[in-house]
């Protein structure tokens, strides 16, 4: 597809996972995100692949797991009760250094919570999802063109890397539509899956896919080894957008469906005189850090924008390590900031520059 | 000089960890025979479970997987739906396949996933040190049930075989046991047809063993054999539960 198609952001993602040769789907229907499971069902099978709905959350991360140990590129998508039945999941593929895509179209929370769209599970994707010492590359799309670009960028990141990636998108991004092109996806040269238990042709000795190491000694050393190629991630693959930030006294950080309402409210913010710009994180984990740090030299002073009652603004915080004072606005529960809002308070900081 | 007997190809040659007396070594063995026989070490892919036998990666020549307690149906899954071409097996014991795991196994063997389950039962959990296990028997005393499993407060016991055998999926459902050189040789006979079936295309195959954990029960490796033939073959009787092929329809066998 060469010309632009007026798409969903849900069927974005699961058409880009199909241009990049994701052709296994595990999932488990859940709302705002069963429109991949769905879009997934209908072409896989026309391109030879298999979309295999699960008895559970549980058993399709699981299943993926068996997918990507024998080397084949793909995919669940859930959304955020979905994603803490994928916490145990998720802990063993880092823990086996496995690549693979999971994608959380996330809802408003804790519990059941709503089913409006949220960004409540930043803790969860940057430190919490599973138990022990872990990362995910954490990519948050803000547009529908980005759901399908990151989506491609993120299997090539977790292959490049041998770790797990997480899309995390929000029930607005994935239930509203814009045009998308799917010809813009850059390729990677991928090192080869030596690793794989997929049988050993007689060709090599076996291979053993495994998170457990008995003696301590080894267990350490399995995760510094982990943390070395985390490193290489931290230095080269962080990602962001920054808006009008040159000049500006105030700089919103805000990432995903957020971020457009952000952008929105610093051009009225400098209608009403007031010099502000945006920062978005579109790698959430590794964080840019080093260029907030920086901003942190010029600009005055920090509003972390988000739908949740705050989580972001302690990464923004970290990096800002006290250099300027660092706000926060939000909404939550399914609730999103309006223009008007996030200019108010924009308006309301630069009172007291 | 002719050799008669030696260790299977598919059969690391590493000491294995289990307890003295302990059945896991002779099931290993038969798995191993099987491989072996059937000449796919080259294509298999095993799943250990946790458990006793957690570290089985270490003793099968074959790629292995380890996977979380009670999923490894579910990664076996995902193996041979992407390689349809490889042989799969899982090697689990009750607490993995019966309890935590018991969604895992009901729906892998309900979908007819074209896969081979080695499940071994000696109705107790042995790697945490004798627990109350889904398949200990009423009255039996574990660390858990300190005063005998009782129906009224722990409920019943699953027998496995059985209710799986009720599922459209299933192709083999099979108990046995290797308290006796007999039963050890119907044991193989039974797990090679569980291999057997997968490379026949026929679907979900599950070989029960009854098995031994002298340590957690306190008994002597030959008293724990007689427990075995006393307490858990009148509750869990040996047999062919379902011997036949998962219902399918025409389409191809990752679901094209």
């Known amino acids: 597809m060469s010309e632009k198609v007026l798409m969903k952001g849900n069927e974005a993602i699961a058409e880009a996972a199909i241009s990049a040769g994701c052709l296994y789907f595990f999932g488990y229907p859940i709302t705002p995100q069963t429109e991949v499971a769905e879009y997934m069902a209908r072409r896989l099978p026309k391109v030879g692949g298999l979309c295999l709905q699960a008895e559970s959350e549980v058993a399709a991360i699981n299943m993926l797991m068996g997918a990507s140990s024998a080397g084949t590129r793909a995919m669940t998508s859930s959304s955020s009760p979905g994603i803490s039945l994928k916490s145990e999941g998720i802990s063993y593929i880092a823990g086996c250094d496995l690549p693979c895509l999971i994608v959380n179209v996330q809802r408003g929370g804790p519990g059941l919570g709503g089913i409006q769209p949220s960004q409540q599970d930043y803790y969860q994707a940057t430190r919490g999802v599973g138990h022990g010492d872990l990362r995910l590359i954490v990519l948050a799309p803000s547009s529908v063109q980005e759901m399908a670009s990151l989506t491609a960028e993120a299997f090539d990141l977790a292959d490049t890397y041998r770790m797990p990636a997480m899309l995390l998108a929000d029930g607005a991004l994935g239930q509203m539509m814009e045009p998308v092109d799917f010809s813009v996806f850059p390729k990677r040269e991928l090192p080869e899956k030596t690793w794989a238990t997929n049988g050993t042709g007689g060709k090599r000795k076996k291979n053993i896919v495994n998170s457990l190491f008995i003696e301590p000694d080894k267990l350490e050393q399995s995760i510094l080894a982990r943390y070395e190629r985390y490193a290489r991630v931290e230095a080269e693959e962080v990602r962001f957008e920054e808006v009008m930030t040159d000049d500006a006294d105030i700089v919103l950080v805000a990432f995903g469906i957020t971020a457009r309402i952000a952008k929105s409210a610093i051009a009225e913010a400098r209608k009403a005189g007031v010099k502000a710009g945006l920062l978005r994180p579109i790698t959430l984990w590794p964080f840019p850090k080093k260029r907030l740090s920086e901003l942190a030299d010029t600009a005055k002073a920090f509003l972390s924008v988000e739908m949740s009652m705050g989580q972001m603004v302690d990464d923004v915080r970290l990096a800002v390590n006290g250099k300027r004072p660092v706000s926060f606005f939000g909404r939550t529960g399914g609730m999103i900031p309006s223009v008007e809002e996030v200019t108010a308070e924009i308006l309301k900081m630069s009172e007291s520059l | ?256």
């Open chain 2, 1 to 256: 000089m002719k050799t008669v007997f030696d260790r299977p190809a598919a059969l690391s040659d590493v000491p294995l960890h289990y307890c003295p007396g302990c059945t896991h070594g002779i099931v290993h063995r038969l798995v191993a025979e099987t491989i072996d026989e059937l000449g796919i070490l080259d294509n298999t892919v095993g799943i250990a479970p946790v458990g006793c036998s957690v570290f089985a990666y270490n003793y099968f020549e074959c790629d292995m997987i380890e996977a979380a307690h009670g999923r490894a149906p579910a990664v076996a899954t995902g193996v041979k739906r992407t390689h349809p071409d490889t042989v799969v097996f899982t090697y689990q014991g009750d607490g993995d396949l019966a309890a935590i795991g018991t969604a895992e196994t009901v729906h892998a063997a309900t979908r007819g996933e074209n896969i081979t389950v080695i499940f071994i039962n000696n109705c107790i959990y042995g790697m945490t040190g004798g627990q109350m296990a889904p398949t200990t028997i009423p009255g039996q005393v574990t660390t858990t049930s300190p005063y005998g499993r009782k129906r009224s407060v722990q409920g019943s016991p699953i027998r496995v075989c059985e209710m799986l055998s009720t599922l459209d999926g299933v192709a083999l459902a099979a108990r046995v046991t290797v308290d006796c050189p007999k039963n050890v040789n119907q044991a193989k006979k039974i797990i090679k047809k569980a291999f057997q079936n997968q490379l026949d295309k026929k679907g979900f195959s599950i070989v029960e063993v009854l098995s031994t954990c002298p340590t957690n029960w306190g008994l002597s490796p030959e008293d724990a054999l007689q427990w075995l033939r006393d307490n858990m073959i009148p509750y869990y009787p040996l047999g062919v539960y379902k011997d036949g092929e998962a219902l399918r329809d025409d389409a191809p066998e990752n679901g094209q």
